[in-house]
């Protein structure tokens, strides 16, 4: 192209060239305008850019926007022709100063430097060019002063847009000067106040997402288009909008206005775009709307409206009613509607059948009838939805069979029938152009239709909760490259877990495959830069060990592998994760020492860690707990966790949560849990564990750890579950723990606690329970009298039984019984009764009976456990 020396007009923009722009191009000297736009691939080099820019002296018109502009510093801009009038450089990626002199260009008639968040620079208040019309700064980080010295250089500016610009002083009022201005931006930004009434000359006004409140003010009555969205306005809106008869755009949708939309709305019948969702507005929709025949958009979602569904607006394509108070069937009279392409129903109470009449709307492309009370089988008249993309049904009660017709839908994309009442199979689809399907929480059955592994577009991929699929999982899923959620859960799959799960997608962030009959073992092989989240095989019978590997998923935030049938050490590398909040272990046959962290920052964001019912070993991992930072601060502000990626998936778990096996189908941020119950960890508890301050349930029975309850327990205020039974503990409650005013569960059951339990605060809500076992404890929990500062073993004679009373308190004590059962059952009974033989034989019949039958309730406990978790 270099040699085409006379061109003037050269345009190349909306295409897809890649590369560099050609050297030849600087030999272009006659031209006047050049358009490169829209090539999102095309990367000038700084070299050849400096030497375009110097050498093309007549340039008009320069066109670079979507031009990946990086690599280019903005000095390179300074050479820019003295006669350019146009200059358009949106969303090219510019960091750095952008040359002040480029602003004084003095035939500089429009700039366009909008979507370039990296650009800094200052507006220059003065000697502007007098001929500037269009500016558009934008999303970008340039100082602008909106004083009286710079608008009175923007005398000729009609069009200005300072969408989320860095604006350092302001007085809008001045801008009501500015008598060509036409359109003017402000939109995210921080205004706040009342709209200046001198704003009167516009045609379209964009102040949302700022913080106005106030009036409207009347004097805009020239307006075309306005929009006032996120804002501080409340109460009704004003009668003075009535004025603005030119209106085609209103949105003043998020905000707090109230009451009901004003009759004089009708007033404004050039509209054909109007958005009042989230508001608090309530009653019914007026029949004034009638009158908007001209609308084509209406927005009502999220309001306290209910009453009639409006069905005379026969131009509206867009109608959005959801999160409304609409009850009632659905009218049949929607039919009317027939430039209808988008209607949204969704979280509302709408009863009774979805009526065959929502077949004639035949350019329907999104129909969401989602969270409402519909009823019975889908219709076969929606057949003629030929152009439907999307069609939400999710949460209904919507039974039969699922139609095969809708598997055949020749556009549609996305396909939500979660949460209903739907049986049987599920048909083969007839076209590859899904893209979102989600049948969990249904009662299907079957196995898994071929056809679903040939979308070939598909995101996101749901089938769980529903129990009766059967059958394998083909390795032909791995097909499926855009894969970003694959949660089969909660079935009757089996068969072993295809290995190439582990590295068929980059863009996989969920896998969920729990609560099936898998076999085999964990994927081997988990590929670097994958976007794994969420990982969760909880439930199957996967055997082998924890692939090594997994420490590729820097992302992954769940990793839950409980019930299972593992076998294997701690896996240390697990501890490297930057991001990992819940790890869940339970129920493998994991064995070993859990020595502590071997890197800095070992589990730093660990919300929940159950290693519990495994066969670990040694003292308790005291190492880690100096590591768990997140479990020694809480979250501020309760979300529930879910994927970082568009999807929005929200993760799941299944864990015991004081005492009760629970699946949480929403994990709360707010979650902190430590269980290591079931182990054969031995040694005291550290006082460390005091550190944990946000946990929520402490776990660590059934084990055998030694020596006192640590006080610093009583530092864990937000702990609502404590268990400590079946272990050795010795020693006094401390009372500190009647201090943990959240506390709902206390199990310090079948230990070998002595003394008086502590009284008042939360002590006097537990019963006996959570102190059996403990013979030496005393207190009006238990029934047992306590005298003096310690504890007798016995109540009073009052209340004993002839002359064998006297025997215990003659001598043997509970530290004796604890000697024995150190040296053995047997050995302790022979050696109480070879000091004691010649005590009454009745009392040491006795003795041994209750030590016989306390320890058989354990064993049959503890058997009945193992039988509970085994089933």
């Keep these: ?109 429009s700039l366009y430097l909008s979507y370039n968040e990296g650009l800094t620079g200052s507006f220059p208040s003065s000697n502007l060019s007098n001929v500037l019309s269009w500016l558009d700064l934008s999303n970008t980080r ?83 288009i306005l929009d006032l969205s996120s804002n501080n306005f409340s109460g009704q809106i004003p009668p003075s909008l ?51 025949t001209q ?26 009613l959801s999160s409304n108070n609409f009850s009632g069937q659905i009218p049949s009279s929607l039919r009317n509607l027939i430039q ?53 049904l999710s949460n209904n009660l919507f039974n039969g069979t699922i139609p095969s017709f809708l598997f055949a839908l020749p556009s549609l994309h996305y396909l939500d029938l979660h949460n209903n009442n739907f049986i049987g199979n599920i048909s083969e689809l007839q076209h590859d152009s899904l893209r979102f399907l989600d049948l969990s929480n249904n009662h299907l059955r079957g196995p898994i239709p071929s056809s679903i592994f040939k979308q070939e577009n598909l995101t996101t991929l749901i089938l769980a909760s529903n129990s009766k699929l059967t059958g394998e999982i083909s390795s032909s899923i791995c097909k499926l490259r855009f894969l970003r959620v694959l949660d089969l859960s909660t079935n009757s799959l089996s068969g072993s877990m295809p290995q190439c799960l582990g590295n068929f997608s980059s863009m996989l962030s969920v896998l969920h495959l729990g609560m099936n009959n898998l076999q085999g073992t964990i994927p081997s092989t988990f590929s670097k830069d994958n976007s794994l989240e969420y990982l969760n095989l909880n439930g199957n019978e996967i055997e082998g060990k924890i692939s090594s590997s997994i420490i590729n998923c820097t992302m992954l935030q769940v990793l839950d592998l409980g019930n299972n049938k593992i076998e294997d050490t701690f896996p240390y590398f697990l501890e490297t994760l930057p991001k990992l909040q819940i790890l869940v272990l339970k129920s493998n046959k994991l064995q070993g020492f859990v020595k502590g962290p071997a890197a800095y920052n070992s589990f730093s964001k660990l919300r929940i860690l159950d290693i519990s019912d495994n066969n670990f070993s040694g003292p308790l991992p005291t190492g880690y707990f100096n590591s768990l930072e997140a479990m020694m ?20 778990i299944e864990m015991t949560w004081k005492g009760v096996e629970i699946e949480f189908t929403k994990i709360r941020s707010t979650i902190r849990v430590l269980d290591l119950s079931n182990n054969n960890f031995t040694g005291e508890i550290p006082k460390m564990i005091g550190k944990l301050k946000a946990l929520q349930q402490l776990n660590l ?8 309850i640590q006080s610093s327990l009583g530092n864990l205020t937000n702990l609502e579950s404590l268990d400590l039974s079946s272990n050795l503990l010795t020693g006094r409650i401390p009372t500190q723990l009647g201090g943990l005013t959240f506390l709902a569960i206390l199990n310090l059951s079948h230990n070998q606690l002595e003394g008086r339990i502590p009284s008042g605060e939360q002590f006097n809500t537990f019963d006996a329970s959570s102190f059996e076992g403990n013979l030496g ?40 019984v604890t000697v024995g059962y150190g040296c053995g059952f047997v050995f302790g009974v022979a050696t109480g009764y070879v000091v004691f033989r010649t005590k009454k034989p009745s009392w040491f019949l006795r003795m041994v009976e209750d030590i016989w039958n306390l320890k058989s309730k354990k064993t049959k406990k503890n058997a009945g456990r193992y039988d509970a978790r085994r089933n």
């Design 633 to 652: 601060a809480s979250d501020q502000i309760m979300i529930y966790m879910r994927t970082t990626n568009y999807t929005g998936y929200v993760y799941s």
């Design 295 to 320: 609308l084509t958009f209406l927005d009502l979602s999220s309001n306290n409206f209910s009453g009639q569904i409006p069905q005379s607006l026969r131009n509206l394509t867009f109608l959005d």
């Design 1 to 109: 192209m270099g040699k085409l020396k006379h061109l003037q007009y050269l345009d190349l923009g909306g295409n897809d060239f890649t590369g560099s722009i050609p050297y030849g191009f600087e030999q272009l000297r006659e031209l006047v305008s050049l358009d490169l736009s829209g090539n999102f691939y095309l990367s000038p080099e700084p070299i050849s850019f400096d030497k375009l820019v110097h050498n093309l002296t007549k340039l008009r018109d320069l066109a670079l926007d979507y031009v990946n502009m990086s690599l280019v510093a903005p000095n390179s801009l300074t050479n820019l022709s003295s006669s350019l009038s146009s200059l358009s450089l949106s969303h090219c990626g510019l960091q750095g100063k952008f040359p002040g002199n480029n602003f004084l260009l003095p035939n500089l008639e």
């Design 340 to 392: 209808l392409r988008y209607l949204y129903l969704s979280s509302n109470k709408l009863m009774g059948q979805v009526p065959d009449s929502l077949g004639s709307l035949v350019n329907l492309s999104d129909l969401h009838l989602s969270n409402n009370q519909l009823v019975g089988a889908i219709h076969s008249q929606l057949n003629t939805l030929s152009n439907l993309r999307s069609l939400y």
């Design 701 to 708: 029975s059934h084990n055998s750890l030694t020596g006192q």
């Design 142 to 224: 340039i100082s602008v002063h909106l004083e009286n010295d710079l608008i009175s250089n923007l005398k000729s500016l009609e069009y200005m847009s300072l969408r989320n610009c860095n604006i350092i002083r302001s007085d809008l009022a001045l801008l009501g000067n500015l008598t060509q201005l036409i359109l003017l931006d402000l939109s995210s930004n921080n205004f706040s106040g009342q709209i200046p009434p001198s704003l009167s000359n516009l045609t379209i006004l964009d102040l949302s997402s700022n913080n106005f409140s106030g009036q409207i003010p009347p004097s805009l009555s020239n307006l075309t």
């Design 777 to 816: 404890l005393c207190g009006s929990q238990v029934l047992k009298k306590c005298y003096g500062d310690e504890a007798r073993s016995l109540p009073p004679s009052s209340f004993d039984e002839g002359d064998d009373s006297t025997l215990f308190g003659e001598g043997f004590g509970w530290k004796a």
């Design 242 to 292: 009535s004025n603005l008869t030119q209106l085609t755009f209103l949105d003043l949708s998020s905000n707090n206005f109230s009451g009901q939309i004003p009759q004089s709305l009708r007033n404004l019948t050039q509209l054909t775009f109007l958005d009042l969702s989230s508001n608090n507005f309530s009653g019914q929709i007026p029949q004034s709307l009638r009158n908007l």
